[in-house]
């Protein structure tokens, strides 16, 4: 079957594309990439929150997948808003890489070594919230940019450190540049790949099937759940991190104030991910996550 994938320009975005186009060649299948401009790759003069979040590395891929001038769109997990939009679907989950977020400094410093006043590099709303909880004393600086222009501010000294996914690291075969994984929750879905084509497409679905991971779909979809029922965006500071073992998912979750002065924790565990992620975002509500994020906004 010949299949055209989208994928946004990043090194790190194509080499994720080239992972899932090298296994559907394995399984027989004839392959072409289509490289396709998104808005949150064009506008890097800006934060993401500023941006509006919402779409800014998907919409372009989307309406490829609505023209059929595209049949699979990848995107990392965590960019792909909660609800399906109309007339696409979620078509596979593959394998998750490393969900954890990392420090990258010159030295190989940790959190935990940085000095008073230590300048630290995100634009990420969680991140910047979970770090100023764990380290009031470091001054955290909005960062933009791809993977090894992030990675190299710090490298450079330009700033003392960054704060980036382990998973695209690795990916990119850039991992020996992390310190030991942060202590704080990930975005939802992040470290995992989704694989979008169009509703309607059942033998395009049927062909990415065999990618799909199942356990890493039970973990995702209960952090995504949670995500949903408390109304955020791949912006706001909601983390949430899921772990299946048997038919059993643990589901851990955090939402932060800005400032990291308040941060509300709650899990649980469940058969049932979707519902699991109501019950966990409940359980934050009602130490009042709402009024939190709204705050935030």
Do not use: Y
């Not at 890097?44 to 919402?54: A, M, S, Y």
């Not at 590395?57 to 699979?72: C, K």
């Not at 799909?212 to 029922?229: N, Q």
Request: aromatic share 2%; net charge negative.
């Amino acid at each position: 079957m010949r299949l055209v994938i989208g994928t946004r320009g990043s090194a790190l975005a194509r080499t994720q594309t080239e992972w899932v186009a090298s296994q559907l060649r394995q399984l027989g299948h004839t392959i072409e990439i289509e490289v396709i401009s998104t808005r949150g790759d064009r506008e890097q003069d800006r934060t993401v929150p500023e941006l509006g979040g919402k779409g800014l590395f998907t919409a372009e891929l989307e309406a490829a997948l609505r023209d059929g001038s595209i049949h699979v769109a990848i995107h990392s997990l965590k960019d792909l808003p909660v609800e399906n939009p109309e007339g696409l679907v979620l078509g596979a989950v593959p394998i998750r890489e490393d969900w954890r977020d990392v420090l990258v400094t010159k030295d190989r410093l940790t959190l935990d070594q940085l000095p008073a006043g230590a300048r630290v590099g995100t634009a990420s709303l969680r991140r910047r919230a979970l770090l100023a909880a764990e380290r009031p004393d470091i001054e955290l600086m909005p960062l933009r940019g791809n993977v090894d222009t992030r990675m190299n501010k710090a490298l450079s000294g330009e700033l003392d450190g960054v704060v980036l996914a382990a998973a695209g690291l690795r990916r990119l075969g850039h991992a020996d540049h992390a310190t030991i994984p942060l202590p704080i929750l990930p975005a939802p879905g992040q470290g995992a790949l989704g694989i979008q084509a169009a509703a309607h497409a059942a033998d395009v679905i049927e062909a990415l099937s065999q990618l799909h991971h199942e356990v890493t779909a039970s973990a995702v979809t209960a952090e995504r759940s949670l995500l949903f029922e408390l109304e955020g965006g791949c912006s706001t500071p909601v983390g949430a991190h899921a772990e299946v073992d048997g038919d059993l998912c643990k589901l851990r979750g955090v939402v932060a104030s800005l400032d990291g002065k308040r941060v509300l924790r709650a899990g649980g565990e469940g058969r049932d991910p979707l519902a699991l992620g109501k019950e966990v975002a409940d359980a934050l509500r009602a130490q009042g996550a709402e009024e939190l994020l709204n705050g935030n906004s």
